[in-house]
């Protein structure tokens, strides 16, 4: 396959599984409440990665004991919760509404990484981008948009999400300046399993069959949430990175609103209205500012070797 060929397929698979992952998780929500949606999704996360990892040549992991504490705590509070809270969200919002929205996460990274790592300051082109983003968010709370029809009667769906993205952001960020070096599919290998160690008791105390009212739906969701939503969307993800860097994993965050916003439509009783696309247009305006438009990066585990202050 061509580099052009391979790059396209990757980066439109990757949206696909990101943006479909929240439809299903929507979908999930019918049958269940978000605590057992999520611990359920991660445990099939985790097996999925464990499998992976178990299969591995070259596998071998870190003996260092802070390497496992700090991916642990890595993977409570910056994929555990994030998640929890995202897709709690999605009681309030649309999948399209709230991937729109989550495309200001990036603007996140960048103002963390100011503050954290010693080759990502801020410049002038990046604290515009990131106003511009922010602004395409604060206008579609302002119209109090949701994407099911109705409008917000309240901000907690917002709320969760950007809640969500800032913890998750938050996480990258310290990964890069704390597990240094670490290979990307251990340290997020054992993020899923400590996430899923965490929730998955939680989601069985809290499973209430009398909920679930298609059997048939509620296993695809978890399934298809954990191994492709989840799962196959970080491994496409690291694929593209190393293949051909950062930036050009970057797109992903261009095409993951259409692809949810698609599903929402098709699948779902989603809408989508004018004023969600002219938020979405400003979001990712302020994203394209961000992202700096040439630059390439070929190191495979490239976002866990910055420098730290």
């Not at 049958?31 to 996360?45: C, E, H, K, M, N």
């Not at 082109?125 to 983003?133: D, H, M, N, P, T």
Request: net charge positive; aromatic share 10%.
């Amino acid at each position: 396959m061509k580099p052009g060929t391979l790059r396209f397929v990757l980066v439109v698979g990757c949206a696909a599984c990101f943006g479909t992952g929240l439809t299903a998780s929507r979908l999930g929500l019918r049958q269940f409440d978000a605590i057992s949606y999520t611990g359920l999704r991660f445990g099939v996360a985790a097996i999925a990665f464990a499998v992976f990892l178990g299969v591995r040549r070259r596998a071998s992991w870190p003996r260092d004991p802070r390497f496992w504490i700090t991916a642990v705590l890595f993977g409570v509070l910056g994929t555990a919760l994030p998640m929890l809270a995202i897709i709690s969200s999605l009681q309030y919002l649309s999948s399209g509404t709230a991937a729109i929205v989550a495309a200001v996460g990036p603007s996140f990274a960048v103002v963390f990484a100011h503050f954290a790592l010693r080759d990502e300051r801020l410049s002038a082109r990046k604290i515009l981008g990131v106003i511009v983003a922010f602004a395409g968010a604060a206008y579609l709370i302002a119209q109090k948009q949701t994407g099911l029809g109705v409008q917000a009667s309240h901000g907690l769906g917002y709320g969760l999400l950007l809640g969500g993205l800032a913890l998750s952001y938050g996480a990258i960020v310290s990964a890069r300046r704390y597990l240094s070096g670490h290979d990307l599919f251990q340290v997020v290998g054992v993020q899923m399993v400590a996430a899923a160690a965490l929730l998955l008791p939680l989601a069985i105390l809290w499973l209430s069959s009398a909920r679930i009212t298609d059997v048939t739906t509620a296993v695809i969701t978890v399934v298809y949430g954990g191994a492709i939503g989840t799962f196959a969307a970080f491994l496409g993800r690291f694929a593209l990175i190393k293949q051909f860097g950062a930036t050009d994993a970057a797109l992903i965050d261009y095409v993951v609103p259409v692809m949810a916003t698609i599903g929402g439509l098709a699948i779902l009783d989603e809408r989508l209205t004018v004023t969600m696309v002219v938020g979405m247009a400003i979001i990712l305006l302020g994203v394209r500012i961000v992202q700096p438009a040439t630059h390439k990066v070929s190191i495979p585990n490239e976002i866990y070797r910055h420098q730290p202050r």
